[in-house]
């Protein structure tokens, strides 16, 4: 009995490699599969997902708590990805936006530059995953 209340000691190392753990990622996208995609990958690298399926719910998502960091669809329905950014820039500029889209004309408009990364949607998820890492290296000052 006494063995299962003893504590156990974390080293930082373990604490270190762990960071993702406690890091939120709203996911913002319309398609179903891409959302349901994006979740269960994102959770394999054990970030906590939170979705949303267009620009309004993001913003609901935000009143109800911020997130680490916000992967952001362009063409959406109800509130478009543009709005939303717009939105959410004058909520919190701290943090980090990727925009995530199929199609790379967007990158040249200029609201788009406000966003601190954008990545041209595909199935594999490198690029978004390593953008993922180096924004959410850069909010935590390593």
């Given at each position: 009995m006494r063995s299962r209340n003893r504590?156990?000691?974390v080293f930082h190392e373990e604490i270190e490699n762990n960071?993702?753990?406690?890091?939120?990622?709203?996911v913002v996208e319309d398609e179903e599969g891409l959302r349901l995609f994006y979740e269960e990958e994102l959770t394999s690298e054990g970030y906590?997902?939170?979705t949303a399926r267009n620009?309004?719910?993001a913003i609901q998502r935000l009143e109800e708590g911020s997130?680490?960091?916000?992967i952001l669809d362009i063409v959406m329905p109800v509130m478009d990805g543009m709005e939303a950014l717009s939105r959410i820039l004058r909520k919190d500029r701290k943090i980090p936006i990727i925009l995530n889209s199929s199609y790379s004309a967007y990158r040249d408009d200029f609201m788009s530059w406000a966003a601190d990364a954008y990545v041209t949607k595909s199935t594999d998820l490198t690029e978004l995953k390593t953008k993922?890492?180096?924004?959410?290296?850069k909010k935590r000052g390593k």
């Open positions: 504590k156990r000691l960071t993702a753990m406690s890091e939120k990622i709203l906590e997902v939170i620009g309004k719910e997130p680490d960091l916000i993922i890492q180096d924004l959410l290296k």
